[in-house]
């Protein structure tokens, strides 16, 4: 990334932090929208009412039933359906004098820890994360919801601590059982794992259903679905959120970044997330050359990604969608090989991410993420952050 753009994004965070507080001095009864304000992850903001999945497929039938598989649609489960707890349970993990078991009984699954003196006991209520890295467990304690000390790791196969987690022995085992959530931190992670019930305008820590489903990206479908049974079909465009007419830039930081985490966001964190932010696609793809141009739709997050669709692992996927800026190869339509301005790999025709967008290892998180920061990678060269 080079220093002037460096530069223009240092300027944009301050612009965007005085906007935001000039909005809130302009007030409600001003006319002046936040631009964010035509959409927002999990809520509703044109007083429609969320109408549910099923209602969604009885017109739109085949996506929905590709979306209900995907990761995204399965990022929350509550855990008495988790098939990775039936087929895992029981689980330990020491720490210390401390032993941690989730085990089944019955329907349910529990949470245990003892120290041999004293013994802790709860209900697991939801499993957070498909599986693809692991998941972690979330229970209630003292009237909050606590993310458990212990999550599971696909890598390993096994309990270890959650990312996050202090790393030391408890001091007690009041301080072994988990961390606390307030009530915006519970909020923040289920609105990103769940959609909004028929019951509700957005997700409440009581009211939501499990996993992003239609109306989670698009919006409360029902003043949509009103709109086309009164043959209204113009209207109906209007009354339902269509991602694709955003500018790309805006639908990969605003959008994809709302629980992908966006440039904006890892830039207000401590040590910009350290090297776990190499999970936030949306931050790193911001600081790839490629990303020059953040409008062209050609780095847009969809550009690569279905999003009604999971994530193509062979890396041979992805050959197309570089080479629709890089040149190499023949292309027979005039058209198209005029758009590829960028220059042709030296060394390599096919396999681009295996080169140009290595997997890493975060601390701790025991699974190798894809790094979304697109660059040419010297040997030796620290991890950028």
């Known amino acids: 990334m080079t ?27 001003s006319a002046f929208q936040s631009p964010t304000e035509k959409w927002r992850v999990g809520k509703s903001v044109n007083q429609s009412r969320f109408v549910g999945q099923a209602v969604c497929a009885q017109c739109h039938e085949e996506i929905a039933a590709k979306q209900s598989k995907t990761a995204m649609a399965l990022a929350l489960t509550a855990t008495v359906e988790d098939e990775l707890l039936k087929q895992r349970a029981p689980m330990t993990f020491k720490l210390g004098e401390f032993t941690y078991r989730i085990e089944r009984k019955g329907e349910q699954f529990t949470y245990n820890i003892t120290n041999g003196k004293e013994t802790f006991s709860a209900p697991l209520l939801w499993s957070f994360g498909h599986g693809t890295s692991g998941k972690t467990f979330v229970i209630r304690h003292k009237g909050a919801y606590y993310e458990t000390r212990v999550s599971y790791f696909s ?33 923040a992670c289920f609105t990103c794992h769940s959609t909004p019930t028929t019951v509700a305008s957005k997700v409440e820590l009581d009211q939501f259903t499990p996993g992003m489903q239609c109306e989670a990206c698009h919006g409360p479908g029902e003043n949509h679905l009103a709109a086309l049974k009164a043959g209204k079909k113009d209207l109906a465009k209007q009354e339902i959120f269509n991602p ?83 040149q190499g190869g023949t292309l027979s339509d005039k058209t198209l090989a005029a758009r590829r301005t960028a220059p042709a790999c030296p060394t390599g025709k096919q396999d681009c991410t295996t080169c140009h967008m290595p997997k890493y290892e975060p601390s701790h998180l025991h699974f190798k993420f894809t790094d979304h920061w697109i660059r040419v990678v010297k040997a030796g060269e620290p991890h950028p952050r």
């Not at 500018?247 to 959008?255: R, T």
């Not at 999970?279 to 990604?305: E, M, V």
């Open 244 to 326: 694709r007419s955003w500018p790309s830039d805006d639908m990969n930081q605003l959008m994809c970044g709302a629980c992908h985490r966006s440039w904006e966001a890892v830039m207000q964190l401590p040590e910009r997330g350290g090297d776990a932010n190499v999970r936030f696609q949306p931050y790193r793809l911001a600081n790839s050359k490629c990303y020059q141009n953040p409008d062209d739709r050609r780095i847009g997050c969809t550009a690569c990604h279905d999003p009604h669709g999971d994530v193509a692992h062979e890396p041979r996927a992805y050959d197309a969608k570089c080479l629709a800026c890089h």
């Open 3 to 29: 220093h002037s753009i460096q530069n223009w994004k240092r300027f944009f965070v301050v612009l965007m932090t005085l906007s935001c507080g000039v909005w809130m001095w302009l007030g409600e009864s």
């Open 155 to 187: 890598g390993l196969g096994r309990l270890d601590l959650t990312p996050g987690a202090p790393r030391g022995i408890p001091p007690s085992l009041d301080d072994a059982v988990g961390q606390p959530q307030r009530p915006n931190e519970a909020l």
